[in-house]
């Protein structure tokens, strides 16, 4: 099972969050054409967190506020039981969301994400799961769900928004809300609407799949 985070793990959009408070107030508009297709992911991280002045500490401190849909524990356990690999697969940063989990209490997740290194002379950007097929993403969604099937695993996919679209009609089950089920339902792809993750693990607990065939 694969899970985006930022609007769909948890409610917020971090990532923007984080610019709005500690980047430049130039970076809405690297927002803006991110949106819009016209930079891709490791343009607009590099290019906003260039100009972020404040620590990791700082940064951590805001970070420990974010709050996290409260069925994500369940979801955890659920996959857990039945035997499902879980993973977050996020074109955000490691090092947010791994935070933001550990404030939760939530730990050893799998996270596929772009990487932030911060070190004495500054901060370094890394985009481990970049792939040439999904070139506007730091992360390729599509690339992680193949490589699990590719595996023998079926993929379960949960997403909401514009770095979740290339994986649409790619994945075994795909789970949508916001933006990411407008893009399926302009594209006649099947799709399972959701509001929250108590909504797909009620929805997932009704299906029977066996063990060791979600990835
Ligand atoms: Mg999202």
Same mark, same amino acid.
């Given at each position: 099972?694969l899970?985006?985070?930022?609007?769909? &793990?948890?409610?917020?959009?971090?990532?923007?969050? /984080?610019? *709005?408070?500690? &980047? #430049?107030? $130039?970076?809405?508009?690297?927002?803006?054409?991110? =949106?819009?297709?016209?930079? $891709?992911?490791?343009?607009?991280?590099?290019?906003?967190? &260039?100009? !972020?002045? @404040?620590?990791?500490?700082?940064?951590?401190?805001?970070? $420990?506020? %974010?709050?996290?849909?409260? @069925?994500?524990?369940?979801?955890?356990?659920?996959?857990?039981?039945?035997?499902?690999?879980?993973?977050? !697969?996020?074109?955000?940063?490691?090092?947010?969301?791994?935070? %933001?989990?550990?404030?939760?209490?939530?730990?050893? !997740?799998?996270?596929?994400?772009? =990487?932030?290194?911060?070190? +004495?002379?500054?901060?370094?950007?890394?985009? +481990?799961?970049? $792939?040439?097929?999904? +070139?506007?993403?730091?992360?390729?969604?599509?690339?992680l769900v193949r490589r699990y099937q590719a595996d023998?695993f079926?993929v379960?996919?949960?997403?909401?928004?514009?770095?979740?679209? =290339? !994986?649409?009609? &790619?994945?075994?089950?795909?789970? #949508?809300?916001?933006?990411? /089920?407008?893009?399926?339902?302009?594209?006649?792809?099947?799709? %399972?609407?959701?509001?929250?993750?108590? =909504?797909?693990?009620?929805?997932? *607990?009704? *299906?029977?799949?066996?063990?060791?065939? %979600?990835g």
């Amino acid at each position: 099972m694969l899970c985006d985070f930022d609007g769909t &793990a948890t409610p917020c959009i971090v990532i923007d969050m /984080l610019y *709005r408070k500690f &980047a #430049a107030p $130039s970076c809405l508009q690297m927002v803006k054409l991110w =949106e819009q297709g016209k930079i $891709s992911t490791p343009e607009e991280m590099r290019a906003c967190f &260039a100009t !972020v002045t @404040a620590s990791q500490a700082e940064m951590e401190h805001f970070l $420990s506020t %974010i709050p996290l849909d409260p @069925a994500l524990a369940d979801l955890l356990d659920f996959c857990k039981q039945r035997g499902y690999h879980f993973a977050i !697969v996020s074109d955000g940063l490691v090092w947010y969301i791994q935070h %933001i989990l550990h404030c939760h209490g939530i730990h050893n !997740v799998t996270i596929y994400a772009n =990487e932030i290194h911060f070190g +004495p002379n500054g901060l370094r950007l890394s985009f +481990p799961w970049y $792939s040439p097929e999904t +070139p506007l993403r730091g992360t390729s969604k599509l690339a992680l769900v193949r490589r699990y099937q590719a595996d023998g695993f079926q993929v379960v996919f949960i997403g909401d928004g514009l770095s979740d679209v =290339e !994986v649409v009609g &790619a994945t075994d089950v795909l789970y #949508a809300r916001a933006s990411l /089920l407008d893009y399926c339902r302009a594209h006649h792809s099947p799709v %399972i609407p959701f509001l929250n993750l108590r =909504e797909v693990l009620e929805d997932l *607990r009704k *299906r029977d799949w066996s063990a060791h065939s %979600i990835g």
